[in-house]
């Protein structure tokens, strides 16, 4: 096992998953398996995404934040935290990074960054495996929120 914070690992990561990235998660409600893709960007151990607060996704995590993540050569699982309001001072840097992905959402008329339903929803990771220059990474992530 090796450190998210290896060098090799940060740099595979950080070109692989540090800007706008369609990812997929997965999540469970009473033993059913849900998945779905997301937008999201990778940024030291934590994967980020814009939802809404009553999204079903956001409800399956609050119940067992227990969620499986899955990209290009890259699978793993982790914690998923809601972080509130992607317009908390502490978001606004994840904001930026996710930006195209919602702003389409905001043409909407019921959307807007106004809208407190709109949070940053970040899994972080606890381990996963990671696949480049075929070679296999198993990473182990430090825990906490």
């Known amino acids: 096992m090796i450190h998210h914070s290896h060098p090799e690992i940060q740099t595979i990561m950080k070109e692989r998953f540090g800007h706008e990235r369609l990812i997929t998660i997965a999540t469970s409600d009473q033993n059913i398996p849900y998945i779905r893709a997301v ?18 996704k956001m409800k399956q995590m609050e119940e067992n934040p227990v969620t499986a993540v899955c990209g290009p050569w890259f699978n793993g699982h982790g914690l998923a935290y809601n972080r509130g309001s992607i317009t908390k001072e502490e978001n606004k840097h994840i904001y930026q990074m996710l930006r ?35 070679q296999r990474y198993d990473i182990f992530f430090d825990e906490g929120k």
């Open 39 to 56: 937008n999201a960007v990778y940024e030291n151990g934590w994967f980020y995404f814009a939802t809404l607060s009553n999204s079903a």
């Open 100 to 134: 195209s992905s919602f702003e389409s959402w905001l043409s909407d008329a019921k959307m807007n960054l106004d809208n407190t339903q709109i949070v940053l929803c970040g899994i972080q990771m606890t381990k996963a495996t990671l696949y480049s220059q075929g």
